[in-house]
């Protein structure tokens, strides 16, 4: 006779959180993009971002010309308030990760407007490639 246990309910994972994909595939990440250290970006945004967002490193996102690419997914509360994930390219300056951090403190997509400087990071990527990602 087999004794079933009954397995205890997850704990609340609390506040939804906006999920930010940092490409680190063919370009993004690598001696390909010289000048900034990419360790140190990925490390950076980590700390900056251990309270509000998930973030997490995904392979090659298929948009290599606007290398280092971040991806920033809204909430599931900025999605309802019209937010879409946000595509950031060319993200090489130390100092975009604060940026990216105070953006998503703020709310995030849907919820927040960005640093105006992140304006010039946000390109749209084309549909093949959105849904590959955002799905």
Partial sequence: MSRRTRKAAPASAG?????VTVC???CCGTPK??????????????????????VRVTGCLDACEHANV?????TA???????????????N??????DIA??????????ADPPGVLDLYEFTPSRRIRQAVED
């Fill in 24 to 26: 680190r595939g063919c």
């Fill in 93 to 98: 300056d130390p100092d975009a990760a604060d």
């Fill in 77 to 91: 509360e900025g999605r309802v308030a019209g937010g879409r994930p946000v595509w950031l390219g060319l993200v």
């Fill in 15 to 19: 506040p939804a959180r906006c999920t």
């Fill in 33 to 54: 993009i010289p000048g900034l250290d990419h360790a140190g970006q990925l490390s950076r945004l980590r700390q900056a971002l251990a309270d509000n967002a998930q």
């Fill in 70 to 74: 971040i991806v920033v997914q809204p």
């Fill in 102 to 111: 105070a953006w998503i403190a703020a709310g995030g997509p849907g919820l």
